[in-house]
């Protein structure tokens, strides 16, 4: 009670409670500030910068955070679903590359397969396959991010 009487005095109706929100909500306007929309252009990346600035200022507020029972096991599934991806474009690319050859690719579509498995015989199919599955990697990593 002494802070906040110390601080009445100073601006009434100042109290310890304020000025921790005021500080909470000025170090997060300073670290948003930061931002470089030239190296975050996704909004993916742009969630992952405001993230990144709203936890520090949770510790500048002393927030703790703790982790779920199922963490390790949310962790292990990203890391799998991003090898996936990643074994899927190293795929497509050795996919690419024999069609630049002009060697007809084997089709890799097993029963159960999701439509998305099918890959494309044509070049330039091929290749705008392969960026859109990169941004998909792309996204997986940064929930990975997130997540950790």
Same mark, same amino acid.
């Given at each position: 009670?002494?802070?906040?009487?110390?601080?009445?005095?100073?601006?009434?109706g100042l109290t310890a409670k304020v000025f921790r929100t005021y500080n909470a909500s000025i170090t997060l306007q300073e670290e948003l500030a930061k931002i470089d929309l030239d190296e975050h252009k996704t909004v993916d990346e742009?969630?992952?910068?405001?993230?990144?600035?709203?936890?520090?200022?949770?510790?500048?507020?002393?927030?703790?955070?703790?982790?779920? +029972?199922?963490?390790?096991?949310?962790? *292990? $599934? %990203?890391?799998? =679903? !991003?090898?996936?991806? @990643?074994?899927?474009?190293?795929?497509?690319?050795?996919?690419?590359?024999?069609?630049?050859?002009?060697?007809?690719?084997?089709?890799?579509?097993?029963?159960?397969?999701?439509?998305? +498995?099918?890959?494309?015989?044509?070049? *330039? $199919? %091929?290749?705008? =396959? !392969?960026?859109?599955? @990169?941004?998909?990697?792309?996204?997986?990593?940064?929930?990975?991010?997130?997540?950790?």
């Amino acid at each position: 009670m002494k802070l906040n009487n110390h601080l009445k005095k100073l601006m009434p109706g100042l109290t310890a409670k304020v000025f921790r929100t005021y500080n909470a909500s000025i170090t997060l306007q300073e670290e948003l500030a930061k931002i470089d929309l030239d190296e975050h252009k996704t909004v993916d990346e742009r969630v992952l910068f405001y993230n990144r600035a709203n936890r520090q200022v949770a510790i500048l507020c002393n927030h703790q955070r703790t982790l779920p +029972k199922t963490h390790d096991a949310q962790m *292990e $599934k %990203l890391d799998a =679903k !991003i090898q996936e991806i @990643r074994d899927e474009i190293k795929e497509l690319k050795h996919h690419l590359e024999l069609v630049k050859k002009g060697i007809d690719p084997p089709s890799p579509k097993q029963e159960g397969d999701s439509p998305r +498995k099918r890959i494309p015989k044509d070049k *330039e $199919k %091929l290749k705008k =396959k !392969i960026a859109t599955v @990169r941004e998909r990697l792309h996204k997986w990593e940064i929930k990975k991010i997130e997540k950790d």
